[in-house]
C-alpha cells in the first residue's frame, strides 16, 4: 500500500447473520438458562395467588391482572397498595414509576427491532419482563441479530405461562401454598439475572458500566426505594461506560478502503511515461483510468 496515498477509513459493515447451527445452539442455551426460571415464575405465582386471594381478589380478577398487567413485582406492590387504601389513580402511578427500567429494556431491544410491525413490538412489550429481557438480549447478541422464537420462548414459555398457571392455582388452592423464600428460591430470580449479565460483559466499558450501574443502584435502593434505584443504576451506569476509554483489545475492527491502480493499467508500466505520471500527480489523488478498490482489516 502507499505511504502517500491518504486511505478512507470507515466502519465495518454489520457482520454476517449468524448461521443456522448458531441461532440453534444459542436457542439451546437460551432453553437452558430458563429453567431456574420457570420453576421460580411458578413458585411465585402461587404465591401472588395467594396474597390476591387474601386481599379479597375474586380468581377472575387475580387471573385478569395477571394476563393484563402481567409485572410481578409491580402486581405484588398494588396489591399492598390496595391494602393500605390508595386510590386506584395513585396505585398506577405508583406501579408505573416502578416499572419504569422497561424504558431502558425497550432502548437496548430497540435496535434489533426496527423492522418488525408496530402491533408485534407493542405485544412483545407487554410480555417483556426482567428475566425475558435478560434472556433475550443475550440471545439476540450471541446471533448478531433478532430471534423472534428465541424471544417468544424468554418471554411467553419461561414466565408468562407458568406465572399465569401457577396464578390460577394459588388462588384456587389458597393457603395450602409454602412460601417460596422459606426455601431459598427467592435468590433463583436476582441470581440468574446477575449470571446473565455477566455474559453480556465483553470489555472494558461493559465492565465499568456494570460496575458503576450496580454500586449506583445499590447505593440508590438503601437510601430511597428500591425502583428509584434501579432507575438511577440503569441511567449512571451505561452513562460511566460510554466514556470510558475502550481497551486496546476491546477496540472494534475498521475497514480501511485504499484506491489503488489496477494491474492491467497502462500507467502501472516502468517505461518514463509512468515517472512523468506519477511527477504530475505526486499526491496520487488523481483519478487514475479505472481505478481498483480493495479494502483491508486493521485491528
Excluded: C, K
Excluded at 94 to 108: Q, S
Excluded at 117 to 129: D, E, F, G, K, S
Excluded at 151 to 177: D, S
Amino acid at each position: 500500500m502507499r505511504e502517500d496515498l491518504p486511505a478512507l477509513t470507515i466502519p465495518l459493515e454489520p457482520q454476517a447473520p449468524a448461521t443456522d447451527a448458531e441461532i440453534a445452539a444459542s436457542r439451546r442455551r437460551l432453553r437452558i438458562d430458563s429453567l431456574g426460571i420457570i420453576v421460580t415464575a411458578i413458585g411465585f405465582g402461587l404465591v401472588y395467588g395467594l396474597a390476591a386471594r387474601a386481599a379479597g381478589f375474586s380468581p377472575i380478577e387475580a387471573s385478569g391482572m395477571s394476563v393484563l398487567v402481567f409485572a410481578g413485582a409491580a402486581q405484588f406492590a398494588a396489591i399492598g397498595y390496595i391494602l393500605g387504601g390508595f386510590s386506584w389513580v395513585a396505585v398506577m402511578v405508583l406501579t408505573a414509576f416502578l416499572n419504569a427500567r422497561h424504558f431502558l429494556y425497550g432502548a437496548a431491544l430497540a435496535p434489533y427491532l426496527a423492522d418488525r410491525p408496530r402491533a408485534v413490538r407493542a405485544l412483545m412489550a407487554h410480555v417483556l419482563t426482567d428475566e425475558a429481557f435478560a434472556l433475550t438480549i443475550a440471545h439476540f447478541r450471541r446471533i448478531r441479530q433478532a430471534d423472534m422464537p428465541g424471544f417468544w420462548w424468554a418471554a411467553i414459555v419461561t414466565v408468562f405461562i407458568p406465572w399465569n398457571i401457577a396464578t390460577i392455582v394459588g388462588v384456587l388452592v389458597g393457603g395450602q401454598i409454602p412460601d417460596p423464600s422459606q426455601f431459598g428460591l427467592d435468590v433463583i430470580f436476582p441470581a440468574a439475572m446477575a449470571g446473565l449479565a455477566v455474559g453480556l460483559v465483553t470489555g472494558r466499558r461493559e465492565l465499568v458500566a456494570a460496575v458503576m450501574g450496580a454500586v449506583v443502584a445499590v447505593g440508590v435502593g438503601l437510601a430511597s426505594d428500591p425502583a428509584a434505584g434501579i432507575i438511577a443504576g440503569g441511567l449512571v451506569g451505561p452513562a460511566v461506560g460510554m466514556v470510558t476509554p475502550r481497551a486496546r483489545g476491546d477496540r472494534p475492527h475498521e475497514a480501511v478502503i485504499v484506491f489503488t491502480p489496477r494491474l492491467d493499467d497502462p500507467s502501472m508500466s516502468t517505461d518514463g511515461d509512468a515517472a512523468e505520471g506519477l511527477a504530475s500527480d505526486p499526491a496520487g489523488i488523481g483519478q487514475p483510468p479505472d481505478p481498483a478498490v480493495r479494502t483491508e482489516r486493521r485491528p
